[in-house]
């Protein structure tokens, strides 16, 4: 079912005459330094083509495969591995794709590069995809889908409103970047003594900061009595469960025992992989193999935490690291006044970034 004045088409049928949909080079050849860019999977990012580190090759290998040779608002899509990324190619330069890389080109370039970013796409794709090792999409799955084709001016004005979608996307996105940016120099200023803030009295810190072991600032709980029991996680619940990997938080539990609210706030620390998440409100757990970290009397949790954020550390073998490795690291640390304001200016930054990122959720 479509809207009245819809059709239903190919997209093969909306491409140019003379420029089928294809791939691209079977293979990139050697680098060229004065050669044509040949667009590879990598390339392709936030529905734009890179113009960084593109790989070059000899105008002769570009000739044999002139068939594949692409023009600016030529839609390309990834055919393997993550299949279905979709990039439009705005770039004023010659160009090749690599044959990982499907191009479409066609007067609607506008309307169908929305569409194949659509997830009614993005399912058709994934669901032709072969059942092997490494998931691909054949092009006559590709040149066969069925595209929902609105009228002329109906497309343009869709395509509008989406594009300006696009573009408050992108600009919250590099706010976003320049505020974690301008956080890191922070970071490197004040968690260093590089920058010395001022005190209550508008007089700068000048205390000689010390340099003292993790174990000495911080004391560690195991998260045994927190663990969540079920897996049966829902939005609708009250209780978040964590982890201190990338995912922190896993899902809602409905559990109403074993949440900790103790000694808000703390640290949790992964102890395989010295991950580590600051984190201000009651939760259950679900690994044990994570550290409840929190602050020793007269020390800034927060400080801490940031400071660790500095630390290098290359994790080593499958062991855990609080106890017999991390512990033992060393941190400079100011008196306890001068920790609270330097925590005070990096939780503002913080704030910042959460209602950046709040944003840019609510666009997308």
Same mark, same amino acid.
Request: with cysteine.
């Given at each position: 079912?479509? @809207? ?29 330094? !004065? +050669? ?40 390309? #899509? ?15 330069? =010659?160009? $090749?794709?690599?044959? !990982? ?48 084709? =609105? =009228? ?5 004005? #869709? ?18 970047? $320049? ?35 993790? %174990? ?6 195991? @998260? ?20 201190? %990997? ?7 539990? $409905? ?42 009397? +007269? ?17 080593? +073998? ?9 512990? $033992?690291?060393?941190?400079?640390? @100011? !008196? ?29």
């Amino acid at each position: 079912m479509v @809207p009245s004045g819809w059709e239903v088409k190919k997209l093969e049928d909306l491409c140019a005459p003379d420029a089928p949909i294809t791939y691209g080079v079977l293979k990139p050849g050697e680098y060229c330094s !004065n +050669g044509i860019p040949l667009l590879q999977i990598k390339d392709l990012s936030d529905g734009q083509v890179s113009s960084k580190d593109l790989h070059l090759i000899s105008k002769e290998l570009d000739e044999e495969y002139k068939r594949s040779r692409i023009l600016k608002n030529d839609i390309l #899509i990834s055919l393997v591995g993550t299949i279905g990324r979709v990039a439009k190619f705005e770039l004023s330069i =010659p160009a $090749n794709i690599h044959r !990982n890389l499907g191009r479409v080109r066609t007067d609607y370039h506008e309307f169908i590069f929305h569409f194949l970013n659509s997830d009614v796409a993005l399912k058709l794709m994934g669901d032709s995809s072969s059942g092997s090792s490494q998931s691909a999409l054949n092009l006559s799955t590709l040149r066969a889908m069925k595209v929902p084709f =609105p =009228p002329v001016k109906e497309q343009q004005k #869709i395509s509008k409103i989406l594009s300006t979608w696009d573009q408050a996307i992108s600009a919250t996105e590099k706010l976003l970047e $320049n505020s974690q940016k301008q956080k890191n120099a922070l970071m490197q200023q004040l968690l260093t003594g590089k920058k010395r803030l001022l005190d209550e009295s508008g007089v700068r810190f000048s205390e000689e900061w010390q340099r003292i072991e993790l %174990g000495l600032l911080l004391d560690y709980q195991q @998260p045994t009595p927190y663990l969540v029991e079920s897996t049966a996680y829902s939005d609708s619940y009250k209780t978040p469960v964590l982890t201190a %990997g990338k995912t922190f938080i896993l899902g809602y539990t $409905n559990e109403s025992s074993g949440i900790y609210q103790d000694q808000l706030p703390v640290i949790i620390f992964d102890d395989f992989t010295t991950d580590s998440k600051y984190v201000n409100f009651p939760f259950k757990a679900k690994s044990s193999a994570m550290k409840i970290l929190t602050a020793k009397k +007269g020390v800034s949790i927060k400080f801490v935490f940031e400071a660790m954020q500095m630390l290098q550390f290359n994790v080593g +073998g499958h062991q855990r690291h609080w106890i017999s490795i991390f512990s $033992n690291l060393v941190i400079p640390l @100011p !008196n306890l006044k001068e920790q609270q304001k330097i925590a005070e200016i990096l939780s503002l930054a913080d704030q910042e970034i959460e209602t950046l990122q709040k944003k840019l959720n609510c666009l997308k």
